[in-house]
């Protein structure tokens, strides 16, 4: 196979697990391989950091084993545009799902995501690793 018959191939569909910086993310990870497995996706791990903030460098190694133990790496963007960010990982990459941990509160960028792109089934993971599917009508009732 050509390098130009390689790169006409479509890009394979993406479960994409947003973390951030703490050792419990494991949960949100293992949530995300069992998607992946389940809808036979590639599985990516991506946090978000703020500019200024280098993040707990511990935390990140641990979770950057987490993800390569299961199947994917760990990928750390460093932006001021948070919702931004993730917004424009999830557009330009094949995504149809994405784990996440549970939102805040009413201002978690989480439920503007859900608005953003009807198309990508969300799902949340509480405090147990238990995965539930997001339901943005629901979520500003």
């Known amino acids: 196979m ?31 391989r069992a998607i992946s497995n389940i809808t036979h996706t590639q599985l990516r791990v991506l946090s978000v ?19 390569r ?12 545009a948070f919702e931004e960010t993730i917004a424009q990982s999830i557009a330009e990459s094949n995504t149809v799902n994405v784990v996440t941990g549970e939102p805040g509160d009413d201002s978690s960028v989480l439920y503007s995501l859900w608005e953003q792109f009807p198309g990508v089934r969300f799902f949340t993971t509480d405090p147990e690793g238990r995965l539930n599917l997001a339901e943005p009508v629901a979520a500003r009732a």
């Open 2 to 32: 050509s390098n130009i018959e390689i790169s006409r191939q479509p890009a394979r569909r993406q479960t994409l697990v947003l973390v951030t910086d703490q050792f419990k993310c494991e949960r949100i990870i293992k949530a995300g």
């Open 49 to 67: 950091s703020q500019m200024e903030r280098m993040g707990d460098p511990i935390a990140l190694q641990y979770l950057f084993d987490i993800a």
């Open 69 to 80: 133990e299961n199947g994917s790496v760990l990928e750390i963007v460093f932006s001021d």
